[in-house]
């Protein structure tokens, strides 16, 4: 365990010291195997290095921190269970990035519902900005409420077009990949897209016109 | 192309999703119409502040809630109830472990049934005699028994042939022995292998047929099963050498 623990240092070290990423993959690489073959402790590592970028996602997929810490766990295990799927040659980024949104896609159908909890919901538990210890409350308190809109912004959206677009515009994903992700075509892609912009659009300008009348 | 038709195609250009021909038509197009180019900045606009809600802060001890809640089923699925392992166990051995069973439960039943039958047998001759009689394969090798003439028994075993089993049988004993000197129902009152009538004077189920042989019949326990003596009739001073038949 200690070697493990030392393994990571030594990995986010390569990170923060700028070593080649390839360096890095062979790094990964060689955990991935380690884990392939059930060592728990070699997949702990992966978890801790992939955590909090595929709790951001679930995060947007499904638009509260529980349902997305539930997803996320669900995340590991089936990518642990199907690690022996992974091709050495694959991006494991993009593997399990493709997981999240299973995961998430399958949490949705289970809720029946493609809608994020509400503002007041997350703001009565109190879980936005809880390690904002140190920020300044106003500001944190209008970076939550900026959440909460965009929540409820992409609350409007259709199942499919929440996931193209938090894949394509917020995640970043070049289409291609999110058609692959998505198991779809490039073009379906960019109708999914386009109608959610424009439905993102709508909400924004709605947004704007209450802001004017509230003055 | 008109501004209906670019319109479609703004929410595209605005991040970069339109192919080189397309993007320059659209860009040409903005260049000329007012109205495009203020539906293209409102996506731009919708679009940055999209982007500007990044997810939550995560507090570190929720972020490791994560790595915990995994490595807590890992263990769980690493060492699996007692039931799931000797699943797993077997699950390789499962022809081996069928044919086990299967034979342990033919054993056993075979077992049940050989006690079962030696028990009724050993009741029988209990019932019939009033004291505990030996098995029936050691009455018939073992020196002749004692023949008893006379009546049936006042306590008479269960029967466990038919009226009509027992009415042929009878036919077939009175021809047998060429007269009907024995009364019907001495004659099927005879299941158990203990008591038989001695001469057929005496109006027993043992009858000298024509030949001048002695014929004993020993119904067993089993209904299917019935011992048949051919005897030769004895003479003075020689004993009779029994002949067995069974059916």
């Known amino acids: 365990m200690a070697s493990e623990v030392a393994e990571i240092t030594l990995m986010t070290d390569g990170l923060r010291f700028g070593e080649t990423a390839k360096s890095v993959d062979a790094a990964l690489a060689a955990i991935i195997e380690r884990a392939r073959g059930g060592n728990t402790a ?174 | 192309m008109n501004c209906r038709r670019f319109a479609e195609l703004i929410p595209l250009y605005v991040e970069g999703d339109l192919a080189e021909r397309e993007l320059s038509r659209v860009r040409s197009h903005l260049q000329a119409c007012a109205a495009c180019r203020a539906r293209a900045d409102e996506y731009e606009a919708s679009q940055a502040w999209l982007r500007a809600a990044e997810p939550p802060d995560f507090a570190e001890a929720f972020v490791d809630s994560v790595r915990l809640g995994v490595m807590r089923e890992l263990a769980a699925t690493e060492a699996p109830p007692l039931f799931e392992r000797l699943k797993v166990w077997f699950a390789p051995r499962r022809l081996a472990a069928a044919t086990v069973a299967l034979t342990a439960i033919f054993i056993a039943l075979a077992l049940l049934i050989y006690q079962g039958r030696s028990r009724s047998g050993h009741h029988d001759s209990e019932v019939a005699t009033g004291e505990p009689a030996p098995p029936v394969e050691k009455m018939v090798e073992g020196p002749r028994p004692a023949l008893v003439a006379g009546p049936a028994p006042a306590h008479r075993p269960r029967r466990r042939t038919t009226p009509n089993r027992d009415a042929s049988l009878a036919t077939r004993t009175r021809r047998d022995a060429g007269h009907t000197s024995a009364p019907h129902d001495q004659l099927v009152a005879q299941h158990a292998p203990e008591t038989v009538p001695a001469a057929p004077a005496d109006g027993g189920n043992a009858a000298t047929n024509s030949a001048g042989r002695l014929r004993i019949e020993i119904q067993t326990a089993d209904p299917n099963i019935r011992i048949i003596w051919f005897a030769p009739k004895p003479t003075d001073g020689e004993a009779p050498k029994p002949m067995r038949e069974t059916l």
């Not at chain 1, 493709?98 to 007041?120: L, M, P, Y």
């Not at chain 1, 210890?133 to 900026?146: C, F, K, P, V």
Request: glycine share 4%.
């Open chain 1, 42 to 215: 070699a997949f702990e590592q992966i978890v801790i290095r992939y955590q909090r970028k595929v709790l951001a996602t679930a995060w947007r997929m499904l638009g509260n921190q529980d349902d997305a810490r539930d997803a996320a766990q669900e995340v590991f295990l089936r990518a642990f269970k199907y690690l022996n799927s992974f091709k050495s040659d694959q991006d494991f980024a993009g593997w399990l990035h493709r997981i999240t949104v299973n995961v998430c896609r399958d949490a949705g159908r289970k809720r029946n519902q493609s809608a994020f909890t509400s503002f007041e919901d997350e703001r009565d538990k109190g879980s936005f900005d809880r390690a904002a210890s140190d920020e300044n409350l106003e500001t944190a308190a209008i970076r939550s409420e900026q959440r909460a809109l965009v929540a409820d912004a992409l609350n409007t959206l259709t199942r499919k077009e929440r996931a193209a677009l938090v894949l394509r515009d917020l995640e970043g994903l070049p289409t291609e990949e999110v058609a692959r992700i998505l198991g779809t075509s490039e073009a379906t892609v960019r109708s999914q897209v386009s109608a959610a912009r424009a439905k993102i659009k709508q909400f924004y300008e709605r947004l704007l016109r209450r802001a004017k009348v509230i003055r």
